[in-house]
Each structure stands twice: as structure tokens, then as C-alpha cells.
């Protein structure tokens, strides 16, 4: 599948047309961005690694039934993905409190939540991605009513496979963060799942194995990476 024009290139990613008005390709990058792209570098690898953890994820969730974007992978660092059209929502789910929850609430990060918390943001990097309801997100038009219902149920879906496959790797799935789109009147996952939209602790050590490592400056960030992938591949 040849590369067409270039639709679209984010923070970590770019996306070109495909010869099929459906396909799209999604081409992972080693650049790194955090705090709304104020600190940037590079992890080299990144894109290769992050592509090869997203398609064992996408292929993993759509063996349990979980529709994604994801077609199959082209090379190290390229991706056939359908065309989607992104919903402007992020969606994170969290397990354990770290991060953006830690902060809201003033809870040290570690503590272990009764139950798994659903958070809406809506992704607007200007605005730094508040955090909303799903009234917000209804009422300002980003997303119909059924469609609000089927993303909720997919993400605690994907929570638990996720945390399950992550739980037999030694690692607890901390949190992550989601992006869906509209596919031919249908909803699917889309993005990537990755160290960079998880947090990945090892459950021995808690060491992070995510991009806190970078957000951080906490070292051995391409190390980390590479055993996300070394142990979800063995
Ligand atoms: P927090 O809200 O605590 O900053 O992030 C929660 C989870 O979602 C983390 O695993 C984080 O990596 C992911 N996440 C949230 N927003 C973004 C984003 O804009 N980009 C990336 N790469 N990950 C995000």
C-alpha cells in the first residue's frame, strides 16, 4: 500500500492517504511532546516500538470482540488503519490514581480505586484538554446520545481486557486514555494504545514503564519502552 498525501501530523504521529478512499496510513514517530507540546524531544525507537505495542493491543482487543481502526501492520514504523472520523473526546480510564486525578484531588498517586473512574476531556490542546461530563460533551454537539453510550461501554471493556493482559505481564494498567471515530455509521477505537497513552507500572517495583519517564525527566525512557514490548510480546 503506497503512501498519498499527508492528511494530517500530530505530536507523535502523521497520517497519509492511501490508493483506498477507506485506508488510511499512520505512520508512528520517535518525537515526544508533553505538557501540551511546551517540553519536547525524541526517544529513539519510539515510533517502531509504539507501533508494534499498538497492533498487538488492537489485534488482542479485536480478538475479544472490540472494534478498532487498526488493519494490520505495514512495516516498523506504519500502520493500515480505516478512516475515521475523530470525536473530539478524549476518554480516560483510570485504575489507580496518578497524574491529572492525583493533582484534581490532592491524592498521592498509588492509591488503589474501588472501582475503575471513566473521565471525558474534551481535546482541544489550547484549552489544555478540560475535563467534562457527558452533559458538556451532549450539549455542546461533540457526540449523540448512542454514541456516548457505546464508547462507555467499550472503554470499560477495553479496561478490563487491557488490565487483565497487562496483570499477566507483571504490570499494572495504571491508566490510559482512548480516542474513538466514526466509521461508516459505526464507532470505532482508534489512535493508538501505547507507553504513551498508558501508565505501565511494573507491579514488583512500581517502576514506571510509560511516558511519566519522560514527562519526568526520570531516565531510561527508551529502556522502558522496550520491555513494555519485550514482555507483551513474550
Ligand atoms: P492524566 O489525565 O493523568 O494526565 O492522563 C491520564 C492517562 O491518559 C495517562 O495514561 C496519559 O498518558 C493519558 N493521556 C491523557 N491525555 C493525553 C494526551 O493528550 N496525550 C497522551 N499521549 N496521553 C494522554
Not at 498525501?5 to 520517535?30: H, R, S, W
Not at 494490520?72 to 493500515?80: G, H, P
Request: proline share 2%; hydrophobic share 35%; with cysteine.
Amino acid at each position: 500500500m503506497e503512501k498519498g498525501n499527508k492528511i494530517y501530523e500530530g505530536k507523535a504521529k502523521k497520517v497519509y492517504e492511501t490508493d483506498n478512499p477507506d485506508l488510511l496510513i499512520q505512520e508512528f514517530k520517535d518525537d515526544a511532546t508533553a505538557f501540551d507540546a511546551t517540553k519536547r524531544g525524541t526517544i529513539k525507537g519510539k515510533g517502531s516500538i509504539n507501533n508494534y505495542i499498538s497492533k498487538i493491543l488492537f489485534e488482542l482487543l479485536e480478538s475479544k470482540g472490540v472494534e478498532t481502526h487498526f488493519v494490520k501492520q505495514i512495516d516498523e514504523r506504519n500502520m493500515l488503519i480505516k478512516k475515521v472520523e475523530i470525536i473530539p473526546l478524549e476518554v480516560t480510564i483510570r485504575n489507580i490514581v496518578a497524574g491529572g486525578m492525583s493533582k484534581l484531588l490532592g491524592i498521592d498517586e498509588g492509591m488503589v480505586l474501588n472501582e475503575p473512574v471513566l473521565e471525558y476531556h474534551y481535546k482541544n490542546d489550547a484549552l489544555h484538554d478540560p475535563l467534562i461530563n457527558e452533559y458538556h460533551a451532549r450539549a455542546l454537539g461533540l457526540i449523540k446520545d448512542e454514541e456516548l453510550n457505546i464508547i462507555e461501554k467499550k472503554s470499560f471493556e477495553v479496561n478490563n481486557i487491557l488490565k487483565s493482559f497487562f496483570d499477566h505481564k507483571n504490570l499494572y494498567l495504571v491508566d490510559f486514555k482512548l480516542e474513538f471515530g466514526r466509521h461508516k455509521g459505526k464507532v470505532l477505537l482508534a489512535d493508538e494504545i501505547s507507553p504513551d497513552t498508558c501508565r505501565l507500572w511494573d507491579k514488583d517495583t512500581r517502576k514506571k514503564l510509560d511516558k511519566d519517564r519522560f514527562r519526568r525527566d526520570l531516565g531510561d525512557v527508551e529502556d522502558a519502552y522496550e520491555e513494555v514490548l519485550r514482555r507483551i510480546k513474550g
